[in-house]
């Protein structure tokens, strides 16, 4: 181990190198200062490669694909700038469909010591491999599945993937992605600092006390609750759910008052005593002790109160009822992900793309297939008209019918589809679907699709308090800031750009674009 001063006075003896090999421009560098990074002392390199790289780095970039000898690609790498590759089809196995070869040349490395890392994938397969040499390589494929693997490599051709920051960027970018999901100090500031990053956001401190006691008489039916968690599993999976839609919050939940004035809470993704994901109706008090002295994700919490008239229009007697028909039923992963894709292009922060969905979707059916189809199989299924099929499956069946699969992620949800386990509803479907039984988006109900919005879909609607005369007393009375809702929870202030500030309209969100990090979208979209 060196110590801090032996590492300041290694870094010093080695810059003047580092220096000199970036700046060498007529010839190949022997050495990348990137490439040698890890050799110096560790106080000295992760700084540094902290940063050059991000968890984003971790997505491979689709470089193209590949279908024939005929069909070269050509791109440029992390590590080799000139790469081309073509398909051979051969039967060297004597198998049915036989199998092919990959070849792939790599040329002009950027140094001696980089290489590029790759992942290849069809429908059927995912497979990977890295290149150090500057040569044509090649990648066997003994033989295809079945007709349907052979048919669709012939068509479509095999995908390829860089990972676009090559093997030091990725090991580096794994070091910024583990954190997010730890449960500690560490893991809150790696969420933290990625979407201050990646967002924007600015996590401004709040005064003590970071929570407010509440006055249950000023809490009625229809009231939201917005949450946003920043530390652990639940962190790490918001976190990465905030990046890819644009809202500031990753979970929600809605309030309902009983005729004995008894306060609830209407929740879709409750953990039950099974571990379960659930839809539930949970007494406030218990749901409040749970987020105050339970929940180890330090839950950021904001009441959205409604405005008097939308208030007016909300029937508390069907909401209850459909809040009751739904409690029980397990939590909406078949379109969770589908309410965040709208368009073809317009939704995926680079280097994401469907390519690249696709390709992920085909990995976690061969490890998890059951996990798959609940997550999406028959979302998709439900999108083409068919049953039963499986991804591989639904994916040749797009190419029958000479349509591709970005096409297919765009077709919106519909609220009345039934799965296998009943109508589907993540948590702010829930709500917005309790909202729409409730009169709220009267009269223009038949043409919303709510399992199509986000969170920040819902916060954005006009349906909220717009005059901080009418808020609560206790609402952030501590704090110097006056918020236009009510921060009931958390040490950092909740940010909602956007909010109330948008008239519901027909087909609403089913065609909104939301890159980072900006997320803008253009009008009645």
Known sequence: ?????????????????????????????????????????????????????????????????????????????????????????????????????????????????????????????????????????????????????????KNKGISIFLMQAGMLGTLEALWEVFPLFTNTGWGESANLGFLKKHMGASFESRPQPWYTNISVDDIHSGDFLVISKIRGRWGGFETLEKWVTGSYAGHSAVFLKDSEGKLWVGESGHENEKGEDIIAVIPWDEWWDFELNKDDSNPHIALLPLHPDVRAKFNETAAWE????????????????????????????????????????????????????????????????????????????????????????????QDDWIYSDGKSTSCIAFVLEMYKEAGLFDPIADSIQVTEFTIKDAYTLRFFENNSSRLPKWCNDADNVKLPYCQILGKYRMELPGFNSMDPYPHMNERCPSKPPKYSRPPNC
């Open 322 to 413: 459909y809040a009751l028909s739904m409690a029980g039923k397990p939590y909406g992963y078949h379109n969770m992900l589908f309410s965040w894709i709208d368009t073809i292009d317009g939704n995926y922060p680079p280097p994401l793309d469907a390519h690249l969905v696709a390709s992920a979707m085909t990995v976690w059916s061969k490890m998890q297939p059951e996990y798959a189809a609940n997550l999406w199989n028959e979302a998709l299924n439900k999108r083409l008209g068919t049953k039963g099929l499986d991804l591989s499956d639904i994916l040749v069946e797009i190419e029958k019918r000479g349509s591709s699969f970005d096409q297919l992620l765009t077709v919106p949800e």
């Open 1 to 153: 181990m060196f110590s801090i001063m032996a590492s300041s006075s290694f870094f010093v003896r080695c810059f003047p190198l580092l220096f000199f090999f970036s700046h060498v421009q007529a010839v190949k560098s022997p050495i990348h200062p990137r490439d040698v990074l890890p050799l110096l002392p560790r106080q000295v390199s992760w700084p540094i490669l902290n940063s050059l790289n991000s968890a984003i780095d971790l997505l491979p970039a689709f470089v193209g694909s590949v279908s024939s000898q005929n069909h070269i690609v050509s791109w440029k790498g992390a590590c080799f700038y000139e790469n081309t590759a073509w398909m051979e089809f051969h039967n060297k196995s004597g198998s049915e469909f036989g199998g092919g070869t990959l070849h792939i040349k790599v040329s002009k490395a950027h140094s001696w010591t980089c290489l590029d890392l790759y992942l290849f994938a069809t429908p059927y397969r995912v497979t990977w491999d890295y290149y150090f040499l500057s040569r044509e390589h090649t990648l066997e494929i003994d033989k295809w599945e079945d007709r349907a693997e052979y048919e669709y490599v």
